[in-house]
T-cell receptor, first 111, second 116 residues
Framework: GQQVMQIPQYQHVQEGEDFTTYCNSS?????IQWYKQRPGGHPVFLIQ?????EVKKQKRLTFQFGEAKKNSSLHITATQTTDVGTYFC???????????FGKGTMLLVSP | GAVVSQHPSRVICKSGTSVKIECRSL??????MFWYRQFPKQSLMLMAT?????????EQGVEKDKFLINHASLTLSTLTVTSAHPEDSSFYIC????????????FGQGTRLTVV
C-alpha cells in the first residue's frame, strides 16, 4: 500500500533558526497536504499542493512539491515559539480514496 | 473552513463495555469520512474509510467487528468500540471531506478514550 515517510521525527531549534521537514511517498501522489497539530489538539489544514514542482508560501512557511509528485518539503524561516507543534504531510492516492499521513515532525522552539 | 464536530472529547469506560463516538459535519455534506487512531507522539493511523450509505473499508489489521463504523447520513458517521480493552485506549479522530473536487480533509477535535 501507499507509504508516506517523513523526516526528521523531531527537531529542536532556537527561536530565529530555520526549520525544514521532508516528506517522501512510495507512490506518485495526486496531491499533498500539510497539517499542523498543536499538543493536545487536532490536525489543522495548512495547505495543499497539486502541481508538479509547485511552490507555495504562507508568510514564513514555504511548501514545495517535487517534480515527480512523490516528495514534498515544508520550510519555516526564522522560527517563532508559536511554530511549536507537529507537522504532518498527507498524500492522496490516485482516485482520492485514501489520505495517508506521514509520521510527522515534532518541532520544538526555544526562546 | 468547514466544521467537523466530534463527540465526546473524552470518555472513560470500563473494560468490556462499548463506546460510541460521533463525527458530524456541521456545514457541509461529507461524502467520505475517515477514522484515525493516534498514539502519543505518533502519526495518525487510518483505521477505516466510510462513504455515506455503504459499508466502511477497513485498513489491514483493524478488526471490523471491534470497531463498528456507521455512516448513515451525509453529516454523521459513528465509530463504536465494542468490548473495549485497556489496549484500545487511544486518541481517535475523524475527518471528513465533501464532494468530488474537494480534497481538503476537515478534522474533528478528537476523542480521548481511556479504558480502565
Amino acid at each position: 500500500g501507499q507509504q508516506v515517510m517523513q523526516i526528521p521525527q523531531y527537531q529542536h531549534v532556537q527561536e530565529g533558526e530555520d526549520f525544514t521537514t521532508y516528506c517522501n511517498s512510495s507512490t506518485t501522489l495526486s496531491n499533498i497536504q500539510w497539517y499542523k497539530q498543536r499538543p493536545g489538539g487536532h490536525p489543522v489544514f495548512l495547505i495543499q499542493l497539486v502541481k508538479s514542482g509547485e511552490v507555495k508560501k504562507q508568510k514564513r512557511l514555504t511548501f514545495q512539491f517535487g517534480e515527480a509528485k512523490k516528495n514534498s518539503s515544508l520550510h519555516i524561516t526564522a522560527t517563532q515559539t508559536t511554530d511549536v507543534g507537529t507537522y504532518f504531510c498527507a498524500g492522496w492516492n490516485s482516485g482520492y480514496s485514501t489520505l495517508t499521513f506521514g509520521k510527522g515532525t515534532m518541532l520544538l522552539v526555544s526562546p | 473552513g468547514a466544521v467537523v464536530s466530534q463527540h465526546p472529547s473524552r470518555v472513560i469506560c470500563k473494560s468490556g463495555t462499548s463506546v460510541k463516538i460521533e463525527c458530524r459535519s456541521l456545514d457541509f455534506q461529507a461524502t467520505t469520512m475517515f477514522w484515525y487512531r493516534q498514539f502519543p507522539k505518533q502519526s495518525l493511523m487510518l483505521m477505516a474509510t466510510s462513504n455515506e450509505g455503504s459499508k466502511a473499508t477497513y485498513e489491514q489489521g483493524v478488526e471490523k467487528d471491534k470497531f463498528l463504523i456507521n455512516h448513515a447520513s451525509l453529516t454523521l458517521s459513528t465509530l463504536t468500540v465494542t468490548s473495549a480493552h485497556p489496549e484500545d485506549s487511544s486518541f481517535y479522530i475523524c475527518s471528513a471531506r465533501g464532494g468530488s473536487g474537494n480534497t481538503e480533509a476537515f478534522f474533528g477535535q478528537g476523542t480521548r478514550l481511556t479504558v480502565v
